[in-house]
């Protein structure tokens, strides 16, 4: 049988909101219930909390960044046929690992997009034509 818990104090629940901290406010009320049926202590539940807020941050952020990117389609490497392909495998090893955008390389893809580890970072995705008219 599971209750609703509590819900948070008004000035909790109002200091959340205004620091942004929406994953928090959600997910608090639960959580110090967990907290306290199971002893936790104040680091690991504050832990817990800040833990969320990051994920759920991170999330929203790549959503934004794959939707702000505008790829026609999304594909992940998974899907990617190595075998079929003319990249050689060490090129390919290189690109999947993303070094060439903490080196601050270009790079620049031809054929359907491909999308890896792209939500970490802000790409544009731009069609032969677009890019002419930019020119």
Sequence with gaps: MSTTPPPLAADL???FRRLKLAAMRRLAPELLVTAKTQRWNPEEFLRTLVEAEISSRD???ARTRMRQAAFPVTKTLA???LAASSIPP????????LEWIR???NACFIGPAV??????VRVEFLQ??????LM
């Design 115 to 120: 999308i890896h580890g792209l939500s970490l």
């Design 103 to 105: 080196a601050a390389e």
């Design 59 to 61: 999330e929203s952020n």
């Design 90 to 97: 060490a090129t390919f090893d290189y690109l999947a690992s």
């Design 128 to 133: 032969v034509m677009s890019l002419l008219q």
């Design 79 to 81: 899907e990617f046929d």
């Design 13 to 15: 629940n109002a200091g």
